[in-house]
C-alpha cells in the first residue's frame, strides 16, 4: 500500500490546533524565520499566567495588595523627591567646602572651619537604628499571616494589638532622637557655634535641622497609624497606613546614616 | 465621572462636592480656576508694564506716576504667576488630574456592572496637591499688600538681591512671601506629581499598555517624573535662601560687607550656586510646561486629521528624551555669569542636542498637517496656532544655545521674544486647545464656534504683533529690565514707536480673550448639545462606561 500523503504537516497541526479559537494578537502567518516567537495570552487554566494574572483585570480588582501597591508606589515617588531634596543639601556643602575669600594680602583664604561634631550623635544614631528595628517588628506584624487570616475570620484585631507595642516604641525613640539632636544643637550653641558662625555650622544646622523636621513629620505619622489602628476596622487600611509610615521611617533613618557620614567624614 | 449631587444644597455639602473633595475633576477644575485667577492677574500686570515701558511719564489714573522699583515689582509677579501658576499649574497638575484618569480607562475600573467612577491612584494626595497651589497662590497676591510691596528681583529671584533685606524695598517681606509661595508651590507640585505618576503606573485599564497610551498621557508620565527631581531642587534652594536672609548663613551670598548703606556679617558663598540650583529646577520646568502641551497637540492632530501618526514609537521615545535632556541643558542660563567656557560649550551641545527630539515631533506634527483632510475646530485651530507659535518661538532656541551669540543677546528683549512666544503663548494656545476639546467633556455643551474662531484669530495675530517685534528691540540692544527708554541713551529712546505698538497690540491680545471668557460663561447655560463623542476621538476619556470595548479599534494615540 503506498504512503498516504498528509496535506498539513503534523508539527504544524500541532502548533496551531484547529479547535482553538483565533486570536487576533497571535500572527499566525509568521513563519517563524527568525521572529519572535508569539506569545499566546489566553487562560492556560493551570495557574500560571492566565487568569491568574492579576495585572490583566481592571483596577480596582487587582487582588488583596492592589491598593497597597499603589501607596508604596506614591510614597516612593514622593521620597524620590525628598532623596533629591538632601542630595542637593549635600552638594552645596561639598561645593561651599572651596568658597573663600581674598584677604588684604591678596591670599585666598578658605572661610570653612571644620565643625566638631557632638558626640551625642553617635547615641541618636543608634537610638534611630533601634527604631528602624521596631518600626519593622511593627510593619511586620500587621502583615502576619495567621493574624491578618484570623481578622478575615472575624477574631478580633490582633494584627493591631501586636503591632501597637511596637509602634509606640518607635514614637518614643523617634522623639528621643528629636530631643537628642536638640541636645546637640543645645551644645553647639553652648560653645559659641550658632547657625550663622561659619559654612561649616551652616550645614551642620540646616541638615540636621531638616531631617529632625522630616522626623516630626514622621512622628506624626506614627500617631497617624495609631489612630488608625484603633479607629479603621478595615485589615487593608490598618496595613496600608503602617506600612507608608513605616517605609517614610525606614528612608529617613538611611538618609540619616548618610547625612551624619557626610557631616562626619568630610569636614 | 463625579458629578456633584445637587439634590442637598446645604452649605457643607457644598463644600465637600466643590471644594474639600477628592474628585478628580472637580481638583483639575479647582486647577484650572487658580490658573485662571492667577493668568488674569499677571496680565493686568503685564498691561501695566507695557503702559509704563511705553509712556513712562504719564500719569496711571488711580495709581501716579510708576517708578522704577513697581515696575521690577510688576515684573516679578508677573513672571512669577504665569511661570508657577498658570503654564505650570494648568496643564501639567490640573489638566492631568481632569482627565488622565479617565483617559486611561478609569471608567471601566470595576466592569461594567458596578458604577464606580474614575479616579487617581491617591486622590487625597492630589486633592492636597489643589490646596497648597491655592494657599500659595494667595500668599503671592498678598505680598504686594506687605509693608515694602512685592518683591523685585525677578522670577529668578538671583542673590545677592534677594538674600539682603535692605536692597530694596520689596525685598523684606514681598521677598519673604515670595519664598514661601513657592515653597508652598513645590510642596504641592510634588503631592501632584507622585498622584499622576501612581495613577499611570497602577490604574492602567486591564488592557492598556505602556505603548498603547494617548501620548497625553505619556507627556504627563514623564512631566511628572520631571517635577519630582526638579521642583525637590527648588525647594531646597529656598530653603538655603530663606536661611541666608534670617538666619546670618551665606550659602548664596558673596562676601560683601555694605550693602544700601547697612552693614553685613556674612562669610563667603556663592551667588553662582544658586544659579545653579534655581536653573537646575528652571530648565526642566520648561519642558514640564511643554511636553503636555506637545502630547496633547499630537493628541488633537490625531483626532482631527483622522490619521494615525507616522511612530508612534518616535513620539514616545522623543517625549522620554525631552525629559532627560532638559536636565543637561540648565547652564545655558548662565553663559553671562561666569562659567568655564568648556563647560558652556557643553551645556551649548546639549542644549542644540535637545532640539532633535523636538523637531522629530513638529516633523510628525507638519506631516499630519501637510496631509490635509483636517476637520476645521476651534481646537484644531488652536492646535496648529501651537505649532505655529512653537515653532517661531523654537528657531530661536538655537541661537541663545551658543554661548557665543547668547553673549550679544543675553538679558534683551530677544530673550524676551523667545520664551514668550514658546513657553507662554505656546503654552496658553494649547491651554485653550485644550479647554475647547474637553469642554463638551466635563459640560455636555460645545462652545461656540463662532467666537472661538473669532478668539483664535484675534489670539494669533495679537501674539505674532506682541512678541515678535520684541526680537528686533532686543537685537537693537535693548536690556530686559529696564523700567522706562526715556533719559537714558539715545539708541534706546528710539525704540519707543517700536515698544508703543507692542503696548498697543497687547492691549488688543489682553481684550481678545474676553471673547473666551464669554465663550465660556454663555456655552456653559446656552451651548449646543454635544454628543458623547463630539470630535469622534479614539481615546478612553470619550467613551461611554456601557459601550463594549471588545469593539472599538485599539484605543491608542
Redesign the interface.
Known amino acids: 500500500m503506498p504512503t498516504t500523503i498528509t496535506h498539513v504537516p503534523v508539527d504544524i497541526e500541532r502548533k496551531y490546533p484547529r479547535t482553538r479559537p483565533r486570536d487576533p494578537r497571535i500572527d499566525r502567518n509568521d513563519p517563524g524565520l527568525g521572529g519572535r516567537p508569539p506569545v499566546d495570552h489566553r487562560p492556560t487554566g493551570g495557574g500560571g499566567s492566565g487568569d491568574e494574572n492579576w495585572?490583566?483585570?481592571?483596577?480596582?480588582?487587582r487582588g488583596p495588595r492592589?491598593l497597597l501597591?499603589?501607596?508604596r508606589?506614591?510614597?516612593g515617588?514622593?521620597l524620590?523627591?525628598?532623596?533629591?531634596?538632601?542630595f542637593?543639601?549635600v552638594l552645596?556643602f561639598y561645593?561651599?567646602q572651596h568658597?573663600?575669600?581674598i584677604d588684604p594680602d591678596n591670599q585666598y583664604i578658605l572661610?570653612w572651619k571644620p565643625l566638631i561634631i557632638p558626640p551625642i550623635l553617635w547615641i541618636n544614631t543608634a537610638l534611630l537604628l533601634l527604631s528602624s528595628f521596631t518600626m519593622e517588628m511593627a510593619r511586620r506584624s500587621v502583615f502576619h499571616d495567621m493574624h491578618v487570616m484570623e481578622e478575615w475570620l472575624g477574631m478580633g484585631k490582633p494584627t493591631s494589638r501586636r503591632a501597637l507595642p511596637w509602634l509606640l516604641a518607635t514614637g518614643v525613640l523617634g522623639s528621643l532622637f528629636i530631643a537628642g539632636q536638640w541636645i546637640a544643637w543645645e551644645q553647639l550653641s553652648a560653645e559659641g557655634v550658632?547657625?550663622?558662625s561659619?559654612?561649616s555650622s551652616?550645614f551642620f544646622?540646616?541638615i540636621t535641622g531638616?531631617h529632625a523636621l522630616h522626623l516630626v513629620i514622621g512622628v506624626a505619622a506614627i500617631c497617624a497609624a495609631l489612630y488608625g489602628l484603633w479607629s479603621s476596622k478595615r485589615i487593608e487600611i490598618r496595613q496600608i497606613i503602617v506600612d507608608s509610615a513605616a517605609w517614610y521611617w525606614h528612608v529617613m533613618g538611611v538618609v540619616w546614616l548618610f547625612l551624619f557620614g557626610i557631616l562626619l567624614l568630610a569636614q | 465621572m463625579t458629578k456633584p449631587e445637587k439634590s442637598n444644597p446645604s452649605s457643607r455639602s457644598w463644600l465637600r462636592h466643590y471644594v474639600f473633595t477628592t474628585s478628580h475633576r472637580v481638583v483639575g477644575v479647582q486647577y484650572l480656576l487658580v490658573a485662571l485667577a492667577a493668568v488674569v492677574a499677571g496680565t493686568l500686570l503685564s498691561l501695566l508694564m507695557r503702559w509704563h515701558l511705553a509712556w513712562s511719564n504719564a500719569n496711571l489714573p488711580g495709581w501716579g506716576l510708576i517708578k522704577p522699583e513697581d515696575y521690577l515689582a510688576l515684573v516679578t509677579l508677573h513672571g512669577t504667576l504665569m511661570i508657577f501658576f498658570v503654564v505650570t499649574a494648568a496643564p501639567q497638575n490640573g489638566l492631568a488630574s481632569l482627565i488622565l484618569p479617565e483617559q486611561l480607562?478609569?471608567k471601566?475600573?470595576?466592569?461594567s456592572n458596578e458604577k464606580?467612577s474614575a479616579r487617581m491612584?491617591?486622590p487625597l494626595?492630589n486633592a492636597l496637591s489643589v490646596w497648597l497651589t491655592a494657599l500659595a497662590l494667595l500668599v503671592l497676591l498678598a505680598t504686594p499688600f506687605l509693608r515694602g510691596g512685592a518683591a523685585i528681583s525677578g522670577w529668578t529671584s538671583y542673590p545677592p538681591l534677594s538674600a539682603v533685606p535692605s536692597t530694596g524695598p520689596g525685598q523684606g517681606h514681598g521677598m519673604d512671601g515670595w519664598l514661601l509661595a513657592i515653597a508652598l508651590f513645590c510642596v504641592g507640585s510634588?503631592?501632584s506629581?507622585?498622584?499622576v505618576?501612581?495613577t499611570v503606573?497602577?490604574?492602567?485599564?486591564?488592557?492598556l499598555r505602556w505603548m498603547e497610551m494617548p501620548l497625553t498621557a505619556w507627556s504627563w508620565f514623564v512631566a511628572a517624573c520631571m517635577v519630582?527631581?526638579a521642583?525637590?531642587?527648588l525647594?531646597?534652594?529656598c530653603?538655603?535662601l530663606f536661611?541666608d536672609r534670617h538666619?546670618?548663613?551665606?550659602?548664596f551670598f558673596p562676601?560683601i560687607d555694605v550693602v544700601n548703606g547697612v552693614v553685613l556679617?556674612h562669610?563667603?558663598?556663592?551667588p553662582l550656586?544658586w544659579q545653579n540650583?534655581f536653573w537646575f529646577f528652571g530648565h526642566p520646568e520648561v519642558y514640564i510646561a511643554a511636553l503636555p502641551a506637545m502630547g496633547l497637540t499630537t493628541t488633537l492632530l490625531v483626532t482631527f486629521s483622522g490619521r494615525r501618526i507616522l511612530s508612534y514609537r518616535a513620539m514616545v521615545a522623543s517625549t522620554i528624551a525631552i525629559g532627560l535632556l532638559g536636565f543637561a541643558v540648565w547652564g545655558h542660563h548662565m553663559f553671562v555669569s561666569g562659567m568655564n567656557p568648556y563647560a558652556s560649550r557643553a551645556f551649548g551641545l546639549a542644549t542644540i542636542a535637545i532640539a532633535i527630539p523636538s523637531t522629530v515631533e513638529v516633523i510628525q506634527w507638519l506631516a499630519m498637517i501637510l496631509a490635509g483632510g483636517l476637520r476645521r475646530a476651534t481646537p484644531l485651530l488652536f492646535t496648529l496656532g501651537f505649532v505655529s507659535l512653537f515653532i517661531t518661538g523654537g528657531a530661536t532656541g538655537p541661537i541663545l544655545a551658543q554661548p557665543i551669540l547668547d553673549s550679544y543677546v543675553h538679558n534683551t528683549f530677544f530673550v524676551v521674544a523667545h520664551f514668550h512666544l514658546i513657553m507662554g503663548m505656546a503654552g496658553i494656545f494649547a491651554l485653550f486647545a485644550a479647554i475647547y476639546y474637553w469642554f463638551p467633556l466635563l459640560t455636555g455643551r460645545l462652545m461656540s464656534e463662532r467666537l472661538g474662531r473669532w478668539h483664535f484669530w484675534l489670539s494669533l495675530i495679537g501674539a505674532y504683533a506682541v512678541f515678535f517685534p520684541m526680537h528686533f528691540a532686543g537685537l537693537a540692544g535693548e536690556p530686559r529690565h529696564y523700567a522706562q527708554l526715556t533719559g537714558t541713551a539715545s539708541y534706546l529712546e528710539s525704540l519707543l514707536p517700536l515698544q508703543r505698538w507692542i503696548t498697543v497690540a497687547a492691549f488688543v491680545l489682553a481684550a481678545a480673550q474676553l471673547l473666551f471668557l464669554w465663550n465660556i460663561l454663555r456655552s456653559f447655560r446656552h451651548g449646543d448639545a454635544a454628543s458623547g463623542n463630539p470630535w469622534n476621538a479614539s481615546t478612553l476619556e470619550w467613551c461611554s462606561a456601557d459601550e463594549d470595548l471588545e469593539d472599538r479599534p485599539a484605543a491608542s494615540i
Not at chain 2, 471601566?108 to 466592569?111: F, L, N, R, T, W
Not at chain 2, 562669610?267 to 556663592?270: D, K, L, N, P
Open positions: 495585572g490583566r483585570r481592571p483596577p480596582g480588582r492592589e501597591t499603589r501607596y508606589m506614591g510614597l515617588f514622593a524620590a523627591g525628598d532623596l533629591v531634596f538632601f542637593i543639601l552645596a561645593a561651599q568658597a573663600g575669600h572661610d550658632y547657625f550663622a561659619n559654612p551652616h544646622y540646616l531638616t | 480607562g478609569g471601566y475600573a470595576a466592569g464606580t491612584a491617591l494626595l510634588l503631592c506629581a507622585a498622584s505618576i501612581a503606573m497602577t490604574l492602567r485599564m486591564g488592557r519630582v527631581p521642583f525637590s531642587v525647594l531646597a534652594a530653603c538655603m536661611g538666619f546670618g548663613t551665606s550659602f562676601p556679617h562669610a563667603a558663598g556663592s550656586l540650583l
